[in-house]
């Protein structure tokens, strides 16, 4: 069993910042590509971001391309969301994912490729 833990959200103004953080137990992260997706109200979970394993690729949705970072630190078992220039579309609950079996990261942006999720943290953008 795989725990995932999110933390950092919250309400910013518009063109804020904030850092998500996503604390992960219970199997070998160093071995797991992992990914943030986001629910808006009233819309379908969408992609926002993953990174493999081993943190030498990323890949992003092109709504928050050049706004957002991910990183992790396998040493803390913990996955990083930065994002910067937020605006109010950018309003929803974010997800961490843990992709299935290890040294995995085709079909990134699928949300059936992800076997673990997090509970969800809210990032709220006002205008």
């Known amino acids: 069993q795989v725990q995932l833990v999110e933390s950092g959200g919250g309400l910013v103004q518009a063109g804020g910042s904030l850092r998500l953080s996503c604390a992960a137990s219970g199997r070998t992260f160093s071995s797991t590509t992992m990914g943030w997706f986001r629910q808006a109200p009233g819309k379908e979970r969408e992609f926002v971001a993953a990174i493999s394993w081993n943190g030498i690729r990323t890949y992003y949705a092109d709504s928050v391309k050049g706004r957002f970072t991910i990183s992790r630190d396998n040493a803390k078992n913990t996955v990083y969301l930065q994002m910067s220039s937020l605006k109010p579309e950018d309003t929803a609950v974010y997800y961490c994912?843990?992709?299935?079996?290890?040294?995995?990261?085709?079909?990134?942006?699928?949300?059936?490729?992800?076997?673990?999720w997090g509970q969800g943290t809210q990032v709220t953008v006002s205008s």
């Open positions: 994912a843990a992709m299935r079996g290890d040294y995995r990261a085709i079909n990134y942006d699928q949300l059936n490729e992800y076997g673990y």
